[in-house]
């Protein structure tokens, strides 16, 4: 039965159980990125020294932009504000940060490291594409 012949209140019910996931999903994907930005904020020199070991200039200020993205990124996602932009955002910075960091593909835990940040990064663009829910700010 499709949801143009299911009755309303099986309708309804669905809807409201995809809401809920959806709600689900968003705080579970937010807390991983609002856990990491806070963490980064805690360890600013340990941060950027990291960063800088791979070679990339502007180590502190890419930190403190980094600590930016996940921390509004996450609030943003709990909130269900601005959800797509947010969700292609951390997106695209999971794979990028798994580009950059984890590229030591022979190295078993890099590769799972890497793996994990594209699977992240599926997650970003499922809600990109399909939006926040309606437990959202964004209502869709």
Do not use: W
């Not at 689900?24 to 020294?49: D, H, Q, S, V, Y």
């Not at 993205?69 to 969700?87: D, P």
């Not at 890099?110 to 939006?131: C, E, H, P, R, V």
């Amino acid at each position: 039965m499709n949801d143009i012949t299911a009755p309303l209140s099986q309708t309804s019910a669905a809807t409201s159980t995809q809401d809920a996931v959806a709600l689900g999903a968003r705080l579970l994907l937010a807390g991983l990125f609002l856990i990491a930005g806070l963490g980064k904020l805690a360890a600013i020199e340990g941060t950027a020294g990291y960063v800088a070991s791979v070679g990339l200039p502007f180590a502190t200020a890419l930190t403190y932009a980094t600590i930016a993205l996940e921390v509004v990124g996450a609030a943003l996602l709990i909130a269900g504000y601005k959800t797509r932009a947010a969700a292609i955002a951390l997106g695209l910075f999971s794979i990028l940060a798994g580009v950059i960091f984890h590229a030591d593909l022979a190295d078993q835990m890099q590769f799972t490291s890497f793996l994990k940040n594209l699977a992240i990064a599926g997650g970003m663009f499922q809600l990109a594409a399909f939006g926040p829910g309606r437990l959202s700010v964004d209502r869709g």
